[in-house]
């Protein structure tokens, strides 16, 4: 027996119907794509603020190593001054000690090196793209230009130091100088650094040979002054910026 199935025909679906479908699924669209910028702009916002947080953190450790610098700076200078008097004196066998340490303590560098950890993590992430604070962002480009300037001086510290002491090898015997600095039995002194304890002496008494090497000493306490006086400078910046940031992510 067969059995018939009546047929069934199918209502045409009207404009209107379309019209709903097609806004429907525009709407769906629509409020995917915004939740998905919202998702995207919460999490670039969690994310700057991240990258504020370390930066200030950054900031803090390279204000302590500024004081050191500093302090060291002023320390050096003070002791250059007294260096290239008693050099250039009439009495500088009488006081050839106190020369000989001045001169084995200018020989010493302490450069500052910035903690620049979160700063390259953002210019390789594209971190300053998702930085909107335009307070914040000029404050970091003024730090980066004043840190910037004190590795130049450095470099030129450096190149100083060469030619100080090969004027330094013809003035000062090198035996003394490696006798002064000893971690094991010098561990009261600063740097393990000991002035002599005997009167000692001097390599050339050739008015021109020593008055090259207290010029080079110059040049280095010039170099000094100028890298303290910018480090002076990094830390207000820096000091700045850190107010700047704590305002921003509190």
Same mark, same amino acid.
């Given at each position: 027996m %067969?059995?018939?199935?009546?047929? *069934?025909h199918?209502?045409?679906?009207t404009?209107?119907q379309?019209?709903?479908?097609?806004?429907?699924?525009f /709407?769906a669209?629509?409020?995917g794509?915004?939740?998905?910028n919202?998702?995207e702009h +919460?999490?670039?916002?969690?994310k700057?603020?991240?990258?504020l947080?370390?930066?200030? @953190?950054d900031?803090k450790?390279?204000?302590a190593k500024?004081?050191? @610098?500093?302090?060291f700076?002023?320390q050096?200078q003070?002791?250059?001054d @007294?260096l290239?008097?008693? !050099?250039l004196?009439?009495? *500088?066998?009488? =006081?050839?000690?106190?020369?000989?340490y001045?001169?084995?303590?200018l020989s /010493?560098?302490?450069? +500052?090196?910035?903690? %620049?950890g979160?700063?390259k993590q953002?210019e $390789?992430?594209?971190?300053?793209r998702i930085?909107?604070?335009?307070e914040?962002?000029e404050?970091? $480009?003024? =730090?980066?230009a004043a840190k910037?300037k004190? &590795?130049?001086?450095?470099?030129?510290e450096?190149?100083? @130091?060469?030619?100080?002491?090969?004027?330094?090898?013809?003035v000062f015997?090198?035996r &003394? +100088?490696?006798?002064?600095l000893?971690?094991?039995?010098?561990?009261?002194?600063?740097?393990?650094?000991?002035?002599?304890e005997?009167p000692?002496? +001097?390599?050339?008494? #050739?008015?021109r040979? /020593?008055? %090259?090497y207290?010029?080079w000493?110059?040049s280095i #306490?010039?170099g000094?002054?100028? $890298?303290?006086?910018?480090?002076?400078? !990094?830390?207000? %910046?820096?000091?700045?910026l850190i107010e700047?940031i704590?305002?921003?992510?509190n």
């Amino acid at each position: 027996m %067969e059995v018939h199935h009546p047929h *069934r025909h199918s209502t045409p679906r009207t404009l209107k119907q379309y019209v709903i479908e097609f806004f429907m699924i525009f /709407l769906a669209v629509t409020l995917g794509f915004f939740a998905e910028n919202i998702r995207e702009h +919460f999490a670039e916002k969690e994310k700057a603020h991240q990258y504020l947080e370390d930066l200030a @953190s950054d900031l803090k450790q390279d204000t302590a190593k500024l004081n050191a @610098s500093i302090t060291f700076k002023l320390q050096k200078q003070q002791q250059v001054d @007294s260096l290239v008097h008693l !050099l250039l004196g009439a009495d *500088r066998d009488k =006081y050839s000690r106190e020369i000989y340490y001045y001169a084995r303590m200018l020989s /010493l560098r302490e450069p +500052f090196y910035a903690t %620049e950890g979160t700063l390259k993590q953002m210019e $390789n992430d594209g971190g300053f793209r998702i930085l909107h604070n335009k307070e914040i962002i000029e404050k970091i $480009n003024h =730090y980066i230009a004043a840190k910037d300037k004190i &590795v130049q001086i450095q470099q030129m510290e450096d190149n100083i @130091s060469v030619q100080m002491r090969t004027a330094a090898s013809k003035v000062f015997d090198a035996r &003394v +100088f490696e006798k002064m600095l000893n971690p094991e039995t010098n561990a009261a002194f600063k740097y393990y650094i000991r002035p002599p304890e005997q009167p000692v002496s +001097f390599t050339t008494n #050739n008015p021109r040979e /020593l008055n %090259e090497y207290a010029n080079w000493a110059v040049s280095i #306490n010039t170099g000094q002054t100028m $890298n303290r006086m910018l480090m002076i400078q !990094l830390k207000e %910046e820096a000091t700045n910026l850190i107010e700047a940031i704590e305002k921003a992510v509190n």
